[in-house]
């Protein structure tokens, strides 16, 4: 987590201030840290946020390959369909071609 560093030192009348000026009477929190706090606990905020989002990812992350292993199976079965069913419509179409050939020839 970045820690802002300042550049310039406090001002002098700032450092002789008494501590009962510098802190909050409510939280008891120095007004000089005040801000720092604050901005960290928006950081805490957005980081539970974001880890909302990503939990259940590794879950999510098994399903999705599951899904893409079913459908790689999927897809090399319709490739093997596939290409029996060219090889059975060549086949067909050979004897087509074969019947029609002879057909022609023993009409001549």
């Given at each position: 987590m970045d820690r802002h560093i300042?550049?310039?030192a406090l001002p002098e009348e700032?450092?002789?201030m008494s501590p009962e000026?510098?802190?909050?009477?409510?939280?008891g929190v120095s007004y000089l840290i005040l801000h720092e706090f604050k901005a960290m606990e928006e950081k805490v905020k957005a980081m539970?946020?974001?880890?909302?989002?990503?939990q259940g990812s590794i879950e999510r992350e098994k399903r999705l390959q599951e899904k893409l292993q079913s459908l790689s199976q999927d897809f090399?079965?319709?490739?093997?369909?596939?290409e029996s069913k060219i090889?059975?419509?060549?086949?067909?179409f050979s004897i087509i071609y074969f019947?029609?050939?002879?057909?022609?020839?023993?009409?001549?």
């Amino acid at each position: 987590m970045d820690r802002h560093i300042p550049l310039h030192a406090l001002p002098e009348e700032i450092q002789k201030m008494s501590p009962e000026e510098k802190v909050c009477k409510y939280c008891g929190v120095s007004y000089l840290i005040l801000h720092e706090f604050k901005a960290m606990e928006e950081k805490v905020k957005a980081m539970e946020k974001e880890l909302k989002f990503y939990q259940g990812s590794i879950e999510r992350e098994k399903r999705l390959q599951e899904k893409l292993q079913s459908l790689s199976q999927d897809f090399e079965q319709y490739k093997i369909d596939n290409e029996s069913k060219i090889e059975r419509l060549s086949m067909f179409f050979s004897i087509i071609y074969f019947e029609r050939k002879v057909l022609k020839i023993s009409i001549c």
